[in-house]
């Protein structure tokens, strides 16, 4: 604890400080748990778009071996062209928002080569963009994460740290500003005796010269 000042200037400083912390402490409580609920939200779209993703991978399956045929089917038959993103916010934090993405495709003769080639392409397209916005939401959770990492040091730092500080600060002044008042207090009467004795002793001595 850093050393502080045992004046009445020092005390408002302490309690002022202590009134800030407790006013933005349930703030910073309420975004703490705000951000741990919309992390679990966005973990479990997540989880979901993957789950999507697997599913639709099973449904086509069948076609997987096939991809393999470079001659019928190459690898670069279809490519992400352009992610389209947005930007929301959530508890102050500005993240991504997936809002599609545009594809392109490889050139391939539409009369020689098999109908299943454009649906396996279309396929690949959604498989494709539900892999692009579950990264996206991973993002999401990667930034909301690192905010929450900063409110929970300050819920710690103001519950733990600042709050108890300052009540301790505020005790310690005023405890030694109730002696100073004790201790000016019995010097007053001192001094107030010392001058009634004084007083006394000389009126005595002038009484008795007459």
Do not use: H
């Not at 609920?37 to 076609?63: G, M």
């Not at 301790?168 to 500003?177: E, F």
């Not at 002696?179 to 001192?190: C, E, G, L, N």
């Not at 005796?193 to 005595?204: N, S």
Request: positive net charge; proline residues 3%.
């Amino acid at each position: 604890m850093a050393k502080i000042k045992l004046t009445k200037n020092e005390q408002k400083a302490q309690k002022d400080a202590l009134k800030m912390y407790q006013r933005y402490l349930p703030t910073l409580t309420l975004k703490k748990q705000q951000l741990q609920t919309e992390i679990r939200t966005i973990e479990a779209d997540a989880k979901a778009v993957r789950a999507k993703r697997q599913e639709l991978e099973k449904k086509f399956e069948s076609w997987i071996g096939v991809f393999g045929e470079e001659e019928v089917f190459p690898p670069d038959a279809v490519k992400v062209s352009n992610i389209r993103k947005g930007t929301g916010n959530i508890a102050g934090v500005r993240i991504p928002t997936y809002e599609g993405a545009d594809f392109s495709r490889g050139d391939y003769d539409l009369y020689s080569t098999p109908l299943w080639v454009d649906l396996a392409a279309d396929c690949m397209e959604q498989a494709l963009s539900l892999d692009l916005q579950a990264e996206v939401l991973d993002e999401q959770v990667r930034l909301l994460r690192q905010e929450l990492t900063t409110t929970s040091q300050r819920v710690n730092l103001f519950e733990k740290v600042k709050i108890p500080e300052a009540k301790a600060n505020i005790k310690k002044i005023s405890v030694y500003l109730g002696d100073q008042d004790t201790s000016a207090v019995v010097r007053s009467k001192i001094s107030k005796k010392k001058i009634m004795q004084r007083e006394a002793a000389q009126l005595t001595k002038e009484g008795a010269v007459v």
